[in-house]
């Protein structure tokens, strides 16, 4: 990762680049959780402290995060990484000579990628891998996120695909991390 972001800031010739850092899964874990309002440093307390019982982490330390999506509804959306991998992405990033400003789950990206929020409602279909992702998004709140095996046909796939399309019924955006800027 160093070395593609210190060719990338050659390349561009960039002065004092800054870096937005967006972890695909399985790299991190993310849902969509029920909290009472606390501030932003209380969930990351919270979620770091008791990380197994939210996400699938197995047994290495995380470092876990949350912001408020559903407005008064108390929904944020949270995630979790390795401590170690979140340690080696700022390390990498700060030693290319990039200034790194946030390190968000895909989902988060995703939203801001397409847009959600500007119209009514929307949702976001993205492919990473072998799960598509389906996050639904009212009036700038995201208020469902699903994951769904991406391969294969079966009919119960199709199935699964139109359930989940259909809880959004405005309009659907697709968003890939190969379509990226």
Sequence with gaps: MQAALAELRDALKLRAPRAAIALLPPLVHSRLLEFPRLAGVEYARVLTRDAARYFPTGRAAQIAAAE?????????????????????????????GWRLDTI??????????????????????????????????????????????????APDQMNSYRSALSLSAGSARAASPRAWP
Excluded: F, K, N, Y
């Design 104 to 153: 968000v789950p895909a989902e988060a990206a995703w939203l801001a990628a397409a847009g959600a929020g500007r119209r009514g409602r929307a949702a976001v279909v993205a492919v990473a891998g072998d799960v598509l992702a389906v996050l639904q998004d009212e009036a700038g709140r995201l208020v469902g996120l699903r994951r769904l095996p991406a391969t294969g046909g």
């Design 68 to 96: 408020p999506v559903g407005g008064a509804s108390g929904l944020v959306l949270g995630a979790a990484a390795a401590s170690d991998l979140i340690a080696a992405v700022v390390a990498a990033t700060q030693a290319a």
